[in-house]
């Protein structure tokens, strides 16, 4: 009980009150008032729990204190009757590092993950129970002829755990840390053979293996410059004069095609490989799944847009449907904010309207008239300005809801446009310039009240005009900016109940006889 006394706190001297403290004699019990602690139990979740009560016995002459051992019986329903492992009860002590044990915990602890034989008998255990299924269920880790489908990605921390399995029909994007020695950049998770030397099972019960067809490879210089590569066999390797190392794996997208019936049929991917010359540095991978004979299509929400996906627009043809870019990304945008503020350096850098985000970016438009006409400088700066704010295609029409299709004319709405200062007369020696644009998106709550959706009733495009001198004489500096506000125009909604039901019965006329 001694050691399992809590209020025993100095070291070879006995504590005011701790009847529990071993240090503490009988004249030390004589000036107790109480005992701090009176009940010392071993593990709680035993269901007899052996105890020691502690009190003070103050009937006497001097107070004494009194000990008692009892066993006390656990109310819980849940409890432990017998326990034959007793390193079980209490935490383990870690080893202290010496010179006869330093390279066995190194070797344990030294990584960056560590548990790899725990790791490895838990995952041999989950690909048996996985490889007696039929087919395949969502989430159930996709099988390899060895092992798994595993890639990196973070764990607790953005640092990369090599050994993540990949679940069936999980859409996953991973970006994590790599932290490793350039000299030793030739590890399996930054070699290509890793992520396209395995074979996937169709089905879990099944013996044979799809290859992985990789479809692309971009290699990536030491500046961020993307070509295109060949695929092969490219093996990191270590440039010591140079300090860099080359054919790094940075990033992979896997494409899943798979049945209705739950098997994979076919493994497409594509890599990027890269030189670095420091680390740690960043890999990113992408898991996308799509079923056979279907046309993958990301939406925006279904039916209602979500917080933070991008809007969907488009253009209108001419009796025909909607027109719209495949890159869902690239349907609306607005200008991109740099760093100098130059329109120039950052001309047809866009940046995507997010559902529910409010943004404001701008950029600075150095003019100068020298060796231009005054007609010829308006109307450069006009187009140039004008480019700026919309880009090269703006679009003309945006989804009401993340789901609307282009065939379905009635759920799209139009962008009305609104100019400020268009109507204002042209001053002798000036020119006329959009310098704003501002897009105000007005939206409301539609359906149930347990479950409403986010549809979009109104956009209106807002080019606000200003007026500069047609001949500078000199440099001259414009300040462009343009911004998206999203307001919510939803109704109180209150909520509705049916009339109450009527009854219409028909009696016989001496139904009630002879009472009436």
Do not use: H
């Not at 051992?69 to 010496?98: G, H, K, M, R, W």
């Not at 506000?485 to 209150?494: G, I």
């Amino acid at each position: 009980a001694s050691s399992l006394c809590v209020c025993d706190l100095l070291v070879a001297q006995c504590d005011a009150n701790c009847c529990c403290d071993p240090d503490c004699t009988v004249a030390d019990f004589s000036v107790f008032s109480e005992c701090s602690v009176s009940v010392v139990t071993g593990d709680r979740q035993l269901c007899m729990q052996e105890s020691v009560l502690y009190s003070i016995n103050t009937s006497t002459n001097i107070p004494q204190m009194v000990t008692e051992t009892v066993q006390l019986v656990n109310t819980n329903v849940f409890c432990v009757q017998t326990t034959n492992y007793q390193p079980a009860l209490s935490y383990i002590t870690p080893d202290e590092p010496t010179v006869a044990n330093f390279d066995r915990l190194l070797g344990e602890f030294g990584g960056n993950q560590f548990n790899a034989k725990t790791n490895t008998v838990q995952n041999a255990v989950g690909s048996a129970q996985a490889r007696n299924l039929s087919r395949y269920e969502y989430g159930v880790p996709i099988l390899t002829q060895d092992s798994y489908l595993k890639l990196p990605a973070p764990l607790g921390t953005k640092t990369c755990v090599d050994s993540n399995p990949v679940g069936f029909l999980v859409r996953q994007n991973f970006t994590c840390t790599q932290d490793v020695q350039l000299e030793n950049c030739s590890i399996p998770a930054l070699t290509l053979r890793t992520y396209t030397g395995i074979q996937i099972v169709p089905v879990p019960n099944s013996q044979s293996g799809i290859n992985v067809t990789v479809q692309a490879v971009t290699m990536q210089s030491i500046d961020g410059t993307l070509v295109r590569g060949n695929f092969s066999d490219q093996i990191p390797s270590y440039n010591s004069s140079t300090q860099i190392c080359t054919n790094v794996v940075l990033g992979g997208s896997y494409s899943i095609i798979y049945t209705a019936q739950g098997a994979i049929t076919n493994v497409l991917a594509s890599f990027t490989l890269g030189t670095i010359s420091r680390s740690p540095f960043q890999q990113s991978f992408q898991i996308r799944f799509t079923e056979e004979g279907t046309t993958p299509a990301v939406l925006s929400g279904n039916p209602g847009y979500v917080f933070g996906m991008p809007l969907i627009a488009g253009f209108k043809l001419p009796q025909s449907g909607i027109v719209k870019s495949t890159n869902r990304f690239g349907q609306l945008m607005l200008l991109k904010s740099s760093i100098d503020q130059s329109c120039l350096s950052e001309e047809g850098k866009r940046v995507a309207v997010l559902f529910g985000y409010n943004m404001m970016s701008g950029c600075k438009l150095r003019l100068n008239s020298l060796n231009y006409t005054v007609a010829a400088f308006c109307q450069l700066v006009g187009d140039t300005t004008l480019n700026a704010l919309k880009g090269q295609q703006f679009p003309e029409y945006v989804a009401q809801f993340g789901n609307t299709q282009p065939e379905n004319v009635l759920d799209w709405v139009a962008i009305n446009m609104v100019s400020r200062g268009e109507q204002a007369s042209a001053q002798a020696g000036m020119c006329k310039i959009p310098v704003s644009l501002e897009l105000e998106v007005r939206w409301t709550k539609y359906g149930s009240l347990v479950n409403p959706q986010a549809q979009i009733v109104n956009v209106t495009e807002k080019i606000s005009y200003a007026f500069i001198p047609n001949n500078l004489g000199g440099d001259r500096t414009v300040q462009i900016s343009t911004a998206v506000t999203f307001l919510d125009v939803s109704q109180a909604a209150s909520p509705g109940y049916k009339a109450q039901p009527t009854i219409d019965a028909k009696l016989p006329f001496d139904f009630f006889f002879p009472f009436v």
